[in-house]
């Protein structure tokens, strides 16, 4: 039955974390999987969601099921989290929420619903783009095409993405990263989502809006800036959001599908397919990351705990990001690798070629994705000295 099976290379990110794990090299630093790393180099479990659970193991009351769509106590806190507290869109009852299992898990619901619910309609994606993206929208059936956004010199193609959104036939989806852009750590600015919100009308675009890492960039509004932007601009919008990153909870798998729509009677009846999408694929998400989440952020106390979490995460890296630049300063590459300061959230497009980083796994235990994508939380104050020297050394200085 299975002698016709071949056998396929695993997955280019998730496949590190394997890698990693065998590498007897004591000096081994991983950059591999989009985790936060604190300064002794593990993803510990916040202090807010250790609180959240242990009220949860001490009131929960029952594991029944939660329903298609989720737990009310999770899409209520995670609408405003993600659309503002006083957003015109859910007071005019625009927006639908749905609990997903992680952020993927939406992107899956958003994609079936795109399959069949608007077929013929192609996705754009960013070139580069978190590669599970292909793998997703491609096993939906949905017909992939890419829009440029980095240039030659690994810096933003700005001009070169709009260009191409004006080419976008009427009325495709388009894939959009709402902040730290994956894996590029490249972002727009407010002008710049300004003029792709411009073609997004013109075009009659549907925006597919990727909001994986709300709070890494500059704060948790900073960050919605696009996402509120073209929510309140436009009558449809894809939203998938996650809580698996900014609350630290990545293997409880949890995230959300917003769709906003004209109104409230074109929700509705959106909200109807995506239920029966979720139930063909999983049928009710997991309950646990939705609950300490709903948890934290009904908790005034709770929530003020993890706000400052985030933002201690979120400072850190970017201190890292400057001072991995300044520790290239001796080998007289800060110049060339600049923009790492410049980029945002857990990104960083290094520039780094596929052999540099076949290099720097092989003889220094270093480990980041082959496209020369670094998880910049995985430096620490130790290691950027033995990181930058590696990076000197394939780069023969
Ligand atoms: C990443 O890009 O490293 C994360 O989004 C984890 C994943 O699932 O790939």
Redesign the pocket.
Known sequence: MFEKIERVPG?A??GLIEAFRKDTNPQKVDL????YRDAQGSTPVMRAVKEAEALLLKNETTKTYIGSHGAPSYGEVVLPLVLGEDSPVLAAGRASVTQSPG??GALRLAADFVASQLPGKGIWVSDPT?P?HHGIFTAAGIELHKYPYVDADNRLDFNGMLSALKQIPQGDVVVLHACCH??TGFDLNQQQWQQVLEVVQQRDLLPLVDF?YQGFAEGLDEDAYAVRLLAENLESVLITSSCSKNFGIYNERTGALIVVAKDNEEMENVRSQIAIVARENYSNPPAHGGSIVAEILHSAELEKIWREELTEMRDRINTLRRDFVEALKPYGLDEKYAHIAEQRGM?SYTGLTPEQVDRLRDEFGIYMVRSGRA?VAGFSNENLPYIAKAVATVNGK
């Open positions: 997955d990110i998730l591999g999987v989009g985790v952020g993927t978190w599970n994956n894996p994986a990104f998880n």
